[in-house]
């Protein structure tokens, strides 16, 4: 029961903060940067000022599907921020600009994090079904529990490495936008509350990771109860 109550406030902390995230952005949308940059263009001048010259910008399909992607070394921004010249746009234009600087200077978390694209994305692929398999073959066979329990384990060590790198990524996007100046004072610190609620997701993700690792954690120790 007390397990439940947990990951039911995290749950219901990870609606309100997801929630909050898509208000912000909206929000910001309708404020435009005070030299009227489009997100491509603040991503081709965040690139080019950081001697960054071998990194395609694209256009992606979604709303907030934005990343940067180390293996082919392309931004991919959402049509909304691709075309914006608001707020939004150009605090998520930089933050992923910030990916491809961690990648272009070898930042250590970033590396991590690549290292971990592989085995992750097979534990993602086949965790469920080895959990769930785990959990009914719990009295007979509980080393499956235990292999699904290591599976789950590298997902939230994931969720946990990604949090330096989302942050880091954001500081750089920020002292960029301030000193580049693209953002006035008063956007500047709009473009921080937008990426600060970003950021917040992150959070609420890696902590309901562990949350769910330790409930199978528990299942598995008390199996003989």
């Not at 929000?27 to 080019?48: H, I, Q, S």
Request: include cysteine.
């Amino acid at each position: 029961m007390s397990y439940l109550i947990v990951f039911g406030a995290i749950m219901l902390a990870s609606w309100a903060v997801s929630a909050r995230l898509q208000a912000k952005f909206k929000k910001y949308a309708k404020v435009p940067v005070p030299n009227g940059m489009t997100g491509r263009d603040v991503a081709e001048k965040f690139l080019r000022d950081s001697g960054i010259h071998d990194v395609t910008i694209t256009q992606v399909n979604g709303h907030l599907t934005d990343h940067y992607n180390p293996e082919n070394k392309t931004v991919n921004l959402s049509r909304d921020v691709y075309y914006g010249n608001n707020v939004s746009a150009a605090a998520v234009a930089a933050h992923e600009c910030g990916h491809a600087v961690q990648h272009a200077t070898a930042y250590g978390w970033l590396a991590m994090r690549s290292k971990l694209v592989p085995p992750v994305s097979f534990a993602s692929k086949y965790v469920q079904w080895v959990l769930l398999g785990g959990i009914l073959l719990l009295q007979v066979f509980p080393q499956l529990l235990l292999a699904g329990i290591v599976l789950f384990a590298m997902t939230t060590l994931f969720s946990f490495v990604t949090l330096p790198v989302e942050i880091d990524a954001s500081r750089r996007a920020l002292a960029w936008l301030r000193n580049s100046g693209v953002t006035s004072y008063d956007t500047q610190e709009k473009a921080e509350d937008a990426l600060r609620a970003a950021a917040y997701t992150y959070v609420v993700a890696a902590l309901g990771s562990l949350a769910t690792l330790m409930y199978y954690i528990m299942i598995f120790i008390g199996r003989r109860d």
